[in-house]
């Protein structure tokens, strides 16, 4: 048909946009996921896609959300403060809007999910994930690695891949330590990200990163060859890397992300 496109930066599956709607493959996971985007429909929250149906061969059919997707190499948009900030609110409006869903929801998910069971976590909210109008973050897909879980645990992978806290050796990141710091306390004000919060923010950084390593082993243990592929690519040592140099600097980082 003239009318399909394949969306481009899907690291795991094939995205196919057929005029105003997209089309992905579906998993066990699908029909929590399908839950979710009804719950948040539901509540008012118009910045993720809606469900539509599911094929009788496997694929959901969802809105197609229309601006930039931001995608690698980061654009100046996606690098703007109006980005990183707008981000930080949004994340907060999506969680505030999973509440108490959280709680009933415990099971059927990709990702296991964690203690305490505070939001809904969409597990992977980076640019690549987010739409943009202009510098502004206007939308989120993709949220097969939801899971019912703490705010921290996805306002850390947040700020890891907004601020964005990167060693000086990954490709994908810019900014000196200072500037990373500063640009984690933004992403952390706009969200509006407690005391206990910002004092738990490096630590969980690196914990999300270790457990980000043993998802994708465990993914290519089991025959995922897109998970496979990021190994044999390395993408498992930048993020062990990136992990290291946040312990390195967490001097640095605590003394920003303070009072």
Do not use: K
Request: net charge negative.
């Amino acid at each position: 048909m003239s009318d399909q496109e394949i969306l481009t930066g899907g690291g795991v599956n094939e995205v196919v946009r057929i005029g105003g709607t997209v089309r992905r493959p579906t998993g066990p996971w699908s029909p929590r996921v399908h839950d979710l985007l009804r719950h948040l429909r539901a509540r008012g929250f118009t910045a993720s896609p809606a469900v539509h149906e599911v094929t009788g061969d496997g694929f959901e059919i969802l809105d197609f959300l229309p601006g930039e997707v931001g995608n690698d190499p980061l654009t100046p948009a996606v690098m703007s403060t109006e980005a990183l900030e707008s981000a930080a609110e949004l994340l907060r409006s999506y969680h505030d809007s999973t509440v108490g869903y959280a709680q009933d929801a415990t099971d059927g998910w990709m990702s296991a999910a964690r203690t305490p069971a505070e939001v809904i976590c969409h597990g992977d909210y980076a640019p690549y994930n987010c739409v943009l109008d202009g510098n502004r973050v206007v939308g989120i897909i993709d949220f097969d690695t939801a899971h019912p879980g703490p705010r921290l645990w996805d306002i850390a992978y947040a700020a890891y891949r907004w601020a964005p806290i990167t060693a000086p050796a990954n490709p994908g990141g810019f900014g000196t330590a200072e500037e990373q710091a500063h640009r984690a306390r933004l992403f952390c004000d706009r969200y509006g990200l407690d005391t206990a919060g910002r004092a738990g923010l490096v630590d969980t950084v690196i914990a999300r990163l270790h457990a980000l390593v043993d998802f994708m082993h465990a993914e290519a243990a089991a025959g995922n060859p897109a998970f496979a592929g990021h190994l044999a690519d390395g993408h498992h040592l930048l993020y062990l890397a990136d992990a290291t140099y946040l312990d390195r600097q967490r001097a640095v980082f605590n003394r920003r992300l303070g009072p």
